[in-house]
């Protein structure tokens, strides 16, 4: 009886599964923009609920603090403190501070679009200065009575007013 070496066929099918497992298994990168992704959702929900709260339970005359202006001094302590970036951006063409609140660049701009047309979000990963950023723009809709003493022209719409653009250094 003939003696048969099956090592040529043991590394050609190890060979394989190593290929096939390569291909089907997320690269680092993926796996940092969908680390940041979720990291965001979890920012965004965290900072509308804020907004909203404040709104409902402390404006009572925007002319002296509304939920826009606490949201952004929420934001400006997170840059200050380097953790990310994130704008409250205006979508409709009444603004109080059009310099200040429209979208500011290509990105911002295109989120609009995206959002106005009935998209809830829209992003893309850039690189600045060798460092890599989840960029991710999320609609803010009316979803208060309240709202209205700011946006009274949206009062009965449903569709977004503004959006929170946010720029997120990709977490490793």
């Known amino acids: 009886m003939r003696k048969r070496n099956y090592l040529p066929v043991g590394l050609v099918v190890v060979g394989l599964s190593l290929v096939l497992a390569h291909e089907v298994t997320i690269s680092d990168e993926d796996a940092a923009v969908e680390r940041t992704r979720q990291h965001v959702e979890m920012l965004d929900t965290l900072y509308k609920t804020a907004i909203v709260l404040i709104t409902d339970k402390y404006v009572t005359d925007p002319s002296k603090f509304s939920g826009a202006s606490a949201a952004k001094m929420m934001f400006d ?51 600045v200065d060798g460092k890599r950023y989840l ?38």
């Open 77 to 127: 302590a997170m840059k200050e403190s380097g953790y990310h970036e994130v704008r409250l951006v205006g979508l409709t063409d009444v603004m109080v501070n059009p310099g200040i609140n429209a979208p500011q660049d290509a990105f911002e701009k295109a989120a609009k679009e995206k959002i106005l047309a009935g998209e809830a979000t829209h992003e893309e990963v850039v690189t």
């Open 135 to 172: 960029r991710k723009a999320t609609a803010v809709p009316v979803v208060l009575e309240r709202c209205v003493m700011c946006h009274g022209n949206f009062a009965g719409n449903d569709g977004a007013i503004g959006s929170l653009m946010y720029t997120v250094p990709l977490i490793q």
